[in-house]
């Protein structure tokens, strides 16, 4: 299961609310890409697609393919600002490691 921290969900709701589509909820994936392999995606998604598993956090609605779900059950997701800027921050406790720039991860 995926969790979004108060924060998290404060700012996807913002970000909705600034776009001028019709938006269900948002998209987490882990795609391949990087330089250990794979990356965190996050989007905005329309509609659910066949075969996704679906979280619902204080009624916002979260998309993750099957395949995804392998990789991130457990994982909690925050919203982050600090100095060097803001942005999301994924705190998955089955990645095994990730490279320098923290951009990318392995599993």
Do not use: H, W
């Not at 998209?27 to 990087?34: F, K, Q, S, T």
């Not at 330089?35 to 009624?59: A, T």
């Not at 995804?68 to 921050?89: C, H, N, P, R, W």
């Amino acid at each position: 299961m995926i969790q979004l921290t108060e924060q998290a969900v404060s700012r996807v709701r913002e970000v909705i609310a600034a776009e001028s589509g019709k938006f269900a909820g948002i998209r987490v994936a882990v795609v391949g890409g990087g330089c250990s392999g794979f990356q965190y995606s996050l989007n905005l998604e329309s509609d659910e697609k066949q075969g996704d598993q679906i979280v619902e956090l204080e009624g916002l609605r979260v998309f993750v393919d099957e395949q995804s779900m392998l990789y991130l059950d457990g994982t909690e997701i925050d919203y982050v600002e600090t100095v060097q800027g803001a942005g999301f921050k994924f705190n998955n406790p089955n990645v095994t490691g990730s490279c320098g720039c923290g951009e990318s991860l392995q599993f």
